[in-house]
């Protein structure tokens, strides 16, 4: 029986000998009392012993895995363990003891495939499937195998408040969602998934907490800091004189989803508002202890999310001070401009050059690399050319793209079916690792609004934020809060038998099975990239250079009309939308939404 256990400066530990250690830094609480909860409603209250900077523990043999517990801090209200590992009750209710070394797994034999192999499939636990759960999103994994898909990744399950939302606004970092399931079905997805050959990763928030089930302000407000803040409120306290605690806390959650959970990697929500003038920054202390712990054995994958496309935390695979990719939100901009004709907020910075802009994008990472932006009012990015092809996840779609329209609408809805087949040909055969969105791959049409389940006040406030930021929407916005905008969201996987939607699917999983077979291999050996020609009106083409002398080439036309021949149409098609690449290098035309790859082995050198 193999058993994984992060052991955990905080929070409620089993020790060998049976008894429970819990530990709570609470540096603002004069007095700290462990309430233990019976199922026969009765209560048991014993102090924890005040320690050194601002600690506070209790070794005790009256609990016991199983054992429901929570904090009174100063004689106030009972709250739960900020380092939970479960609450089965939500975020209001007690924590749970947890025993990691009580599950038996069944996958020590796995391991993750290179990350520069990746194709990452983003799903929402909730909306997956129609139970919405663990367990369910495990009787799935065969369709992601049949696709092509070697990891999935999670978005947020760290425990949220009520029983639906998109798991940003979670505040028990360390306790699964209890709508979700249990510890237990969370580690049986994962063993499901290494059977399947599938990776798993886990979305991770390190921004901020949710506004509801917080408890932290109580009796640790040193956790925050007003020299800083972020979009949701105040801002994680990473550089101040008692930050310690502070750092600690993240850092060892990212190591016990990966440890204790067996994950395979995490990406780290908007680290572009983690601000931290300490040394190391925090998101390099992360990467260092994942890679001294986890992984020293095995691939771990790192990833950011990052608006600033700060360069300099990005490097090779595995790499010790540095995340291996980042979501490369302007090739995703690119392509939406390109695929709907849109230009208002952020898309402004793409509506006047998006065809030289996505052509940079896919040879050099970075669209902006220094560049002033519009919409940002001031520069963004660093040169990025030099990180090799898996430092930029491109997408057509996630959770974001979609669900910060006012409706939540699907590209499937914005988009020809034809444009967005030529676009699934240049996201899943470029070099890069390509991430799809739940259901993106049979074009469904289910939406995917914001949502959430807030008590009653907040829900309010949300509503009217929402109503406020698409005033000027000519529509219906979903209600946040409506348990109908929630069921809207859920995929319903009948579709896939449509004929349109089974096109769709056939479509990607082709695609995929190219990029194994002509593109994996190719990967360790790519040398450099460019973007060797673009044509005004829309054509581009991009040449990606081998070690042996070979060269990778993409020609596109993503627009709908014709477009002159650009780039060099040289060798072994390996695909292509419009078979006639010959015919139209006679006629130097290339046809309406058309995307073809060629391999050519060997040519002198530039």
């Known amino acids: 029986m193999t058993a994984r256990r992060h052991e955990m400066p905080f929070g409620a530990q089993v020790l060998p000998d049976g008894r429970v250690r819990f530990r709570l830094w609470a540096p603002a609480a004069a007095r700290v009392d462990l309430v233990l909860e019976s199922p026969a409603a009765r209560q048991r209250s014993v102090p924890l012993e005040r320690g050194a900077d601002g600690w506070a523990e209790l070794l005790t043999g009256e609990a016991h895995a199983g054992s429901r517990y929570r904090y009174r801090v100063d004689g106030g209200m009972p709250v739960p363990d900020p380092a939970s590992r479960r609450n089965g009750e939500g975020v209001h209710g007690p924590s749970e003891v947890v025993d990691p070394g009580s599950f038996d797994w069944t996958d020590e034999d796995w391991r993750p495939p290179p990350w520069r192999e990746a194709v990452i499939y983003e799903l929402h636990v909730g909306t997956f499937t129609p139970e919405g759960t663990f367990a369910a999103v495990a009787r799935r994994l065969e369709h992601l195998q049949r696709l092509g898909v070697t990891a999935i990744e999670l978005m947020p399950v760290a425990e949220f408040p009520g029983s639906r939302g998109w798991g940003y606004d979670g505040v028990l970092p360390y306790a699964p969602a209890s709508a979700y399931g249990t510890p237990e079905e969370l580690k049986s997805l994962v063993c499901a998934a290494h059977a399947h050959g599938i990776a798993v990763m886990l979305d991770v928030v390190y921004n901020h907490f949710g506004p509801e089930g917080n408890f932290l302000h109580r009796y640790a407000p040193q956790f925050f800091t007003g020299r800083h803040s972020t979009p949701w409120g105040a801002a994680m306290d990473f550089d101040g004189p008692e930050s310690r605690a502070v750092r600690d806390f993240f850092i060892h959650n990212a190591l016990y989803w990966l440890e204790e959970y067996h994950l395979d990697g995490l990406r780290l929500d908007a680290v572009h ?5 300490g040394e190391p920054h925090i998101l390099t202390e992360i990467a260092r202890a994942a890679r001294a712990g986890p992984g020293r054995a095995r691939p771990v994958y790192l990833v950011l999310e990052n608006l600033a496309n700060q360069a300099r935390r990005l490097g090779p695979p595995g790499a010790p001070d540095t995340f291996d990719a980042q979501w490369n939100d302007d090739s995703h901009h690119c392509l939406h401009v390109l695929l709907t004709g849109e230009s208002d907020g952020y898309y402004r910075d793409y509506r006047d050059r998006p065809h030289r802009l996505l052509c940079r994008s896919l040879a050099e990472g970075f669209a902006y690399q220094g560049e002033s932006s519009g919409h940002l009012g001031g520069p963004r990015g660093e040169p990025s050319a030099h990180l090799p092809p898996s430092a930029f996840v491109n997408f057509l779609q996630n959770h974001d793209q979609i669900g910060n329209r006012a409706r939540g609408e699907r590209l499937a809805q914005l988009a020809p079916a034809q444009a967005l087949r030529a676009a699934a040909a240049v996201l899943l055969l470029t070099p890069s690792p390509p991430m799809l969105f739940m259901g993106e791959e049979w074009a469904a049409p289910e939406p995917f609004p914001y949502f959430c389940d807030f008590e009653p006040e907040l829900a309010g406030k949300v509503r009217e934020g929402r109503l406020r930021e698409f005033a ?33 699917f056939d479509h990607y999983r082709r695609l995929l099975a190219i990029r194994r077979r002509d593109i994996a291999p190719l990967l360790p050996r790519i040398a450099g990239s460019a973007c060797v020609d673009f044509d005004p009106g829309g054509a581009f083409a991009v040449d990606w250079r081998l070690q042996d002398g070979g060269v990778l080439h993409l020609l596109a036309n993503l627009r709908g009309s014709s477009a002159p021949v650009v780039g060099r149409p040289a060798g072994r098609m390996i695909f292509a939308t419009h078979p006639g690449i010959r015919a139209a290098i006679s006629r130097n035309e290339l046809a309406p939404w058309s995307v073809t790859w060629l391999l050519e082995r060997t040519r002198a050198v530039r």
């Open 273 to 277: 508002t983690i601000l931290d003038g």
């Open 472 to 504: 000027h929407f000519q529509g219906t916005v979903p209600d946040p809060s409506a348990a109908a905008t929630f069921a809207s969201a859920r995929l319903e996987w009948g579709r896939l038998a449509q004929p349109a939607h089974a096109r769709m």
